[in-house]
């Protein structure tokens, strides 16, 4: 039974340092994942020398992952259509972030790129920005607004 606890920790251990990615080649995974491979077989063998393999260490340590998520986006962008070539832009950062304080602006300007591109134009005016936090229980969060006007070419309308 605790073989099977340490295999299925080394399991999830290199699902979760691989990127959740499925391999195809067993050669190709150890060359491109070799430090995942060794992190995983180390933090397994560590939990298990430390005792941390009982059931009530391993329940404390997935509620800690599912209320912390570390492979969720930190940031959740919601871009909303006001009418042709005018967009809302609203960020929410994660409510337990490491990191990411001072990213909404970077991530507004990137994404209303993104828009520009896709929708065929040249660039955008930014009409409205805005950074706060929300103070929401039990935890407040970062949020971002902004609006944009996406703009065909000016020297050259008909591009």
């Known amino acids: 039974m605790k073989r099977a606890i340490f ?10 340092s691989s990127g959740c990615s499925w391999v195809r080649n067993h050669d190709e995974f150890l060359q491109e994942n070799n430090g995942s491979v060794a992190g995983a077989v180390g933090l397994a063998w560590m939990a298990k020398q430390l005792q941390y393999l009982k059931p009530e260490y391993l329940a404390g340590g997935l509620l800690a992952y599912g209320i912390y998520d570390p492979l969720a986006p930190t940031w959740e962008i919601r871009v909303t259509e006001l009418d042709s070539g005018h967009c809302r832009i609203g960020l929410d950062m994660k409510r337990l972030a490491t990191g990411g304080d001072g990213e909404a602006r970077q991530i507004f300007v990137r994404v209303a790129q993104a828009l520009a591109e896709k929708g065929g134009y040249t660039g955008f005016d930014e009409l409205r920005y805005t950074e706060g936090i929300e103070s929401t229980r039990p935890f407040a969060h970062r949020t971002a607004m902004g609006e944009i006007r996406l703009v065909k070419s000016r020297h050259f309308p008909e591009l």
């Open 7 to 16: 295999l299925l920790i080394v399991f999830v251990a290199l699902l979760i």
